[in-house]
């Protein structure tokens, strides 16, 4: 029984620590929340310098060819530290739908430029509010262009590379598409959104030349596989988030004194820090279990993977609104980092579909297997 | 990452099968127990039986040294056997106290010849223990007990009143906790003993529990002498003697016992509501996935803390976090399920009851749950001082004379 990560492993975490810790501090941060630079793109290139952009990415491919497991462990640091880069869209979602469905050319083309984090790359899929499904995509294709407009489209304003969900020449059924946006026929407009640090926008393509990515027709599959996938890295995202939100309202309530002591001396501070420590507990462990499934391709990872997604949404969620209210007025201004964490955490819990819907989800994969 | 045992562990798994093969029987179903095949005085006596089989097979005291009569045995080995365990029917609730919390705190306070005299009966099953701790008017906080020792010659004599001790009615031997000097401070006054449930002056009665069972009883003490040889530990340092058995417990309360998701979730495949099966309704739907995800953490925590265990490190009070979330979800998932068995789901009859009555049964046991071995209060305080490193609470009571504190209204 070892249901832990290795020595090394762990040594690849404090090395991103330390790293995130110079270079993503939360002045770092700041400068992205507080200005229309769209992503740091120093931690941008930082981070690629390190080889975290092609870490589960194979050699073949200009990658580390690393594992998944290692790519987990570097989740939980970018969570942690509310990294302001377009890291889970370029390596989670392209990356991991290239892998799954690109072809050799593909693949040769795109997968060593996003190793090298020379692109950035963005998926979409949603048009409009309401949960977006094969009847609300209305962008089309046909002879190899797309017409439609997407939003909100993470890192659509700053991607190089696209991933496109289209009905093909009128079919009912979905279709992905690998569009280079510096095709004639983008236009893009950000979007403000309630993380500033993440940038989004509306993307309308226009006649864009566009190529399939996978068989015609297996979009929503292909999409569920690359999401399930997603899932459990930004799982470990919302864990680190979950745990930095828990450190901060800890640290802030031994310090703050009221009634002449420290707040963090009554039960009402310490049974709320508590269930926040428990709800970040139960999400860790379901994120090593998907990071198991994920990391020996298990036939479990579909469950594992909704039921990490499910648990750290929450777990994240709870956490960074109950680190405002620990902290109390103070909580609520622009000055204390408390927002950051609340603004990620609501971000990261919509970005691949809501807690709602994965729960669903979650109880017809459970039925499908007991059948 | 991997479930794969080590060499080690998956020799001692093939022994613990090739055991329980022989000498188990498998379980009827998922809820039966040995009590409810053997009940009272047969249950017993089957089960010195079986615990003598197992001490003499060597999965007895897997942790205990060998001097006692244990194996040594790295901790993760009890946990595998209780994994193997999980299927058979097996004697639960009769040496866990005596094994896994009375013993323990012989060896580190009694001399070698009571350790030589108690510790292989109490691994054969010969005797049973119990441990006379909680009072009416002391449960989390122990400390406040109020059963009086005091030295008469080499013996002492007490005086007071125990309850919640399980196996009481049935226990050869008991630890016992009691206050020696009630004008020392609360921590300060208390003295440690051990005795034969059999002496003169202690009565036994059972207590009735919501659910109709009785698991546990109050226990009067009345003039009982006690030779001051049996004492555990110093005079006014009983509270460290107390501290050694608790820090036992937590490596020996099991997992709940009961309905959880799976039950729940099969009910929920069977049963019509007013828009079609319960399974295909949203708000089912929601609540399983939100049991289904908490289920799972605590399995995946442990599997950490096995982990844990299995590099040969003391599992910490992280581990109260399991009992933290399954007990109040064990009581929330039975009144869930009885929502979904809705006028039906009154009924209490097993022949009548879907899944025999287990969600009702549950309904009526499970507050016990939250409250036996850690409130749910005291075990978010644990968490919260020795996980989270938070202060303990202010406290009024820490240096003043015990007999000077308020005490409970009657």
């Known amino acids: 029984m070892n249901f832990d990560f290795s020595p090394d492993q762990k040594a690849l975490r404090d090395q991103a620590r330390k790293f995130l810790g110079e270079h993503a501090s939360s002045v770092r941060v700041r400068r992205i929340l507080d200005t229309d630079e769209p992503y740091d793109r120093d931690l941008w290139r930082g981070v690629a310098e390190m080889g975290w952009t092609g870490t589960a990415i194979p050699e073949a491919y200009g990658g580390a060819g690393f594992g998944y497991l290692e790519l987990c462990v570097i989740a939980e640091e970018l969570g942690r530290c509310v990294a302001p880069i377009p890291f889970s869209s370029t390596v989670y979602l392209v ?39 094969p009847r609300t995509v209305k962008t089309r294709a046909a002879a190899n262009t797309i017409s439609g407009t997407k939003a909100p489209v993470t890192d659509g304003d700053v991607a190089d590379v696209a991933i496109v969900a289209a009905r093909a020449n009128g079919a009912a059924e979905l279709s992905l598409f690998l569009v280079d946006l510096s095709s004639a026929g983008v236009t893009r407009t950000t979007l403000p959104t309630v993380d500033p640090t993440r940038s989004h926008a509306q993307v309308v393509f226009d006649g864009v030349a566009a190529e399939p990515l996978g068989a015609a027709g297996t979009g929503a599959k292909l999409l569920e596989r690359v999401f399930d996938r997603a899932a459990v890295l930004v799982a470990f995202e919302q864990v680190g988030g979950a745990q930095a939100a828990l ?50 391709n298990a036939a479990e990872l579909p469950v594992a993977a909704a039921t990490a997604r499910v648990s750290a949404t929450e777990a994240y ?55 | 990452m991997d479930f794969s045992d080590t060499p080690d562990e998956a020799g001692f798994r093939n022994e613990a099968r090739a055991f329980l093969e022989r000498h188990a029987e498998p379980k009827r179903g998922a809820f039966e127990t040995w009590q409810s095949r053997y009940p009272d005085r047969e249950g017993l006596e089957r089960a010195k039986d079986f615990q003598r089989k197992r001490a003499e097979a060597g999965l007895a005291g897997l942790h205990w040294p060998k001097a006692y009569g244990g194996r040594e045995a790295p901790a993760i080995f009890q946990v595998i056997l209780a994994q193997e365990e999980a299927r058979y029917l097996v004697p639960r609730g009769y040496f866990e106290i005596g094994l896994g919390m009375c013993m323990p705190t012989l060896f580190a306070y009694a001399t070698e010849e009571q350790r030589r005299r108690y510790a292989p009966a109490a691994l054969r099953g010969d005797e049973v223990w119990c441990q006379l701790f909680s009072e009416p008017g002391a449960g989390s906080d122990l400390a406040g007990l109020r059963t009086r020792a005091v030295r008469d010659g080499d013996a002492w004599v007490i005086n007071g009143q125990k309850i919640w001790t399980s196996g009481a009615h049935w226990a050869d031997h008991a630890i016992l906790v009691t206050r020696s000097d009630p004008k020392a401070p609360k921590h300060k006054g208390l003295t440690f003993f051990f005795l034969s449930m059999k002496s003169p002056g202690i009565e036994t009665r059972r207590i009735k529990q919501i659910s109709g069972q009785s698991h546990f009883n109050e226990v009067y003490l009345t003039d009982v002498r006690i030779p001051d040889s049996q004492r555990l530990g110093a005079v006014g340092q009983g509270w460290g003697v107390a501290i050694t058995t608790l820090m036992n417990e937590r490596l020996t309360s099991g997992e709940l016992r009961g309905p959880d998701f799976e039950e729940l979730f099969a009910l929920a495949r069977a049963i019509e509501l007013e828009d079609g099966p319960a399974i295909a309704n949203a708000a089912v739907r929601e609540r399983l996935a939100d049991y289904y995800v908490r289920t799972q953490g605590v399995r995946w925590s442990r599997f950490r803390t096995m982990t844990a265990i299995s590099r040969g490190d003391t599992p910490g009070p992280e581990n109260s976090m399991g009992k933290l979330v399954n007990a109040p979800k064990a009581q929330d998932i039975a009144s869930f399920a009885m929502d979904l068995l809705d006028m039906g789901g009154v009924v209490t009859d097993k022949d009548w009851a879907p899944m025999r009555a287990a969600f009702q049964e549950s309904l009526l046991s499970s507050p016990g749950s939250r409250i036996a071995a850690g409130t749910d209060e005291i075990l978010k305080n644990i968490i919260a001082e020795r996980v989270l490193g938070l202060p303990q609470d202010i406290r009024v009571d820490r240096e003043a004379p015990f007999d000077q504190l308020p005490a409970s209204r009657r």
């Open chain 1, 95 to 133: 990356a991991e739908a290239l892998l799954l469905a690109g072809s050799e050319a593909q693949k040769r083309k795109w997968l060593p430029r996003i190793a090298g984090g020379e692109v950035v790359g963005c998926l979409a899929l949603a048009e409009g509010a309401g949960a977006p499904t």
């Open chain 1, 247 to 296: 450190d901060m309202a800890r640290e802030y309530a031994m310090g703050r004194f009221a009634f002449g002591r420290p707040i963090a001396s009554f039960q009402a501070i310490k049974h709320k820090l508590v269930d926040m420590y428990v709800g970040l507990e139960l999400a860790r462990s379901n994120a090593y279990y998907a990071a198991w499934a994920l990391s020996t």
């Open chain 1, 317 to 371: 969620f709870h956490a960074a609104k109950e680190n405002i209210q620990t902290h109390g007025g103070m909580g609520f201004t622009w000055e204390f980092d408390c927002h950051l964490h609340y603004r990620r955490a609501k971000l990261t819990g919509l970005g691949l579909g809501s807690a709602r819907r994965w729960k669903d989800l979650l109880i017809t994969r459970l039925e499908a297997q007991a059948s």
